[in-house]
């Protein structure tokens, strides 16, 4: 059994052939934006050359990322088209990692361009510093503070130079268990977009239809007692010509709403809600400023956002006082369960 | 340094961007600055003819970016106009910072992902056809380049 | 008997098919509408990732649909173009990788041949025809004298129709893509705002979109700085009677001219009602037979690029293992692929 081995993450194109953990064979090149026309092509050579029939391919190992999405897409695509049409199984691999020296700790680096790069840090088996994004600068501090590491990778663009490391005798072990991907789901590591909470990045917008399982999700988890059903939102965004809903976004995926009504010079927020996991994190106070702004541009001035609050949901309280929200009065056992709700009210002067 | 030409007609737009298609050298940037209509697309097609593209350049908004591979370097149109408030990490920099010449209508949509040096055209509509085109260079590369296109007149 | 898988993934559809000798054995469509819905309008690398996480499960879907498995396929055939360049990447990969491990002819289809010839499902071609392609990307008329022989007559000089449509739809809050939503508000309103067609060549068979969406767009700015509401119904009834208007005018001209006995509407905009109705009152009363294409063929799909690569088949129009994508192939130009 054979191993086919696979790596377009940058401009290199490679492809290999394996047996038992050894490379038998390879072509390497820089490709430079070429591999979706050459790579398949490079496979069918380097097959015929040895003599491999399909039925003989074991496993598929390939990279997948980070990298250049185009070309780590284009490796990672044929790859899946393999295995599927085998039935053999895929191995997935950092597409740093595979550029890891033997047995010496290495900084494996690509770039990630716009000053950035991608940055692993790798020693055998074990990962000293996972995959992610670093600026340049920051890069460069982090190789002076290590100068036992080994430097990898095309490294011009930092006014350094790595090891040159081959990916396709790395990629020729890769068929171990850790690696193992499930075939069908398979996708790449994009990395820019997943690079933390601090630089995550909030969008407000109003619902739309496709909004409402998201919506609905969260607000089940937010007010598992009273929930609002599906019929209900969608007259709050299709009927009600007073109603309104804006959602937060994150990644495309819907982390939080505020549902609210303007009737004249007034307005109440019904529900604000944020998704627990993104909590704490900026979502309600861009909800509740894309809110004010909102109000503010109304054609009939806006005078009042006023809102209703548990008794006991102090955090709740400590939320909308930062957003300048005062206590008018105490509405007694305004819930059905019999609970207080405090009544607050804050003032929107158009500027 | 700044450089400033009056075109009268669509055709003279055109042509300006044509003389300037031969001094660009892969990996130049070139931002389009201007409102709706101001003829950003037209200016585009020039250059491309400049390049030896013969296809036809078409607005890129609904496509975000063009890309035209058959003339003297690549030419990658990018509008920038729908990304406003979005993630901006769409794999734009592996073209910006690719193999051809990367032209930009709304780069302040993606400010992040322009680099230091590159040539900034302002184009500013006159009334009917008629276009004010100013070019500022930032960098030692597009004041050269500036200069050239000033003698090529 | 020649079985024939197609892939398709030009733009936000993944989309896989299986035919044999004309029969449809699968139609897999896995449509990104939602996702792109949120960015009024498709957004490219989001599409090119889609398509690389649906593409074998739309390859498995088929090939249970079809109950026939990869040994039985004659020949792979895969849209090269126009469309996305990172989404094209993704079907071309599959498809020459099928191509290659089964030995099997790698067949390049046209998208917008695909978008024609997918009114096979509902009518045989009679020639001269006339092909009205208006889509997202694409506004073209199309003139056919026999098979696959195309001569492109008019075209979009800037924006084409679709995007006009999503671009307007988006000015008026309306949701994307737009073609639909501002069809159906179009009917409940009058053509009330003057929108007016472009300064063009009298005997032109070209479009120019770009200034009809400007004009939407000014007007209704206008009318917001001045507090004014903006009627949408009445807004998109003015639109669309513009943005047809120059569709149907050109194509009855163009039929007139070139003597066709047949037009064909194609392309994602040809679900339009408006389109669609304005064109059979058109044809009516005249000798030209109109075919309107099922509204499963106006959405891209996999059926429609297996429906043009059986004729290629028969033609031996097959491509080496090094074909690459064209993200602005002319349809008069099919068969040149390097």
Known sequence: MFGLLLDSSNSALAVGISQDGKLLDEIQYSANQRQS??????????????????????????????????????????????????????????????????????????????????????????????DGIMD??????YIAEHPDYVLSGDLGYLGLEGKSIDVLTNLSKANVERNLAEPLGAKP????????????????????SADMSQVMDIEKECFPNDSYTEEQFHYELHENPFGHILVATVDSLVVGFVDFMVTFDSSTINQIAVKESFRKKGVGTRLMGKLVEFLKSQPDEVSFLTLEVRKSNTNAQRFYKKHAFETIQEKKAYYNDGEDAIYLVRSIVND | MEYEVITERKEETKELGKRLAPLFERGDVVLLKGDLGAGK????????????????????????????????????????????NQNIEIGLDEYIEGDGVCLIEWPMYIEKLIPDDYLEITINNLGGDKRRLAFEAHGDRFDALIAKLKEAK | MTRILAIESSCDETAVAITEDGKLLANVVATQISVHEKYGGVMPEIASRLHAENITVCLTEALRQAKCKLEDIDAFAVTRGPGLIGCLHVGLQAAKTLAMLYKKPLIPVHHLAGHIYANQYVGEFKYPMLCVVVSGGNTELVIMKGELDFEIIGETLDDAVGECYDKVARVLGLPYPGGLPIDQHAKLGQPVYPIHRPKMPHDTYNFSY???KTQVINMVNTMKMKGEVVNIDDMACSFQRVAVGMITDR??????NYGVKQIVLAGGVSANSYLRDQMQKKVKGTSIELIIPPLWCTTDNAAMIAKV??????????????????????????????
């Open chain 2, 41 to 84: 697309t037209t200016f585009t097609g020039g250059v491309a003819e400049g390049l030896s593209i013969d296809e036809k350049v078409i607005s890129p908004t609904f496509n975000i970016m063009k890309c035209y591979f058959k003339g003297r370097i690549p030419l990658y149109h990018i509008d920038a106009y729908r990304l406003e």
């Open chain 3, 309 to 338: 690569a059986e004729k290629l088949y028969v033609r031996k129009v097959f491509a080496p293992l090094t074909l690459g994508v064209d993200p602005n192939w002319r349809l008069d130009e099919w068969d040149k692929f390097e």
């Open chain 1, 37 to 130: 026309e050459l790579m398949v092509d490079e496979i069918a050579k380097i097959l015929e050359k040895n003599n491999i029939s399909k039925e003989d391919i074991g496993f598929v190992a390939v990279t997948k990322g980070p990298g250049s999405y185009t070309g780590v897409r284009i490796a990672l695509t044929i790859a899946k088209t393999v295995v599927f049409a085998l039935n053999v199984p895929l191995y997935l691999v950092s597409s740093l990692e595979v550029m890891k020296d033997e047995d010496r700790p290495t900084i494996c680096i690509s770039n990630a361009r716009s000053k950035r790069s991608y940055v692993g840090v790798y020693q055998g088996e074990t990962t000293i510093r996972e």
């Open chain 3, 210 to 212: 770009s200034g009809i």
């Open chain 1, 189 to 208: 590591v994009y990395l820019k977009d997943s690079s933390g909470s601090s630089t995550m990045k909030i969008i407000v917008r109003e619902m739309i």
């Open chain 1, 136 to 141: 340049n600068p920051a890069l460069l501090e």
């Open chain 3, 251 to 256: 194509a009855m001209r163009a039929a007139k």
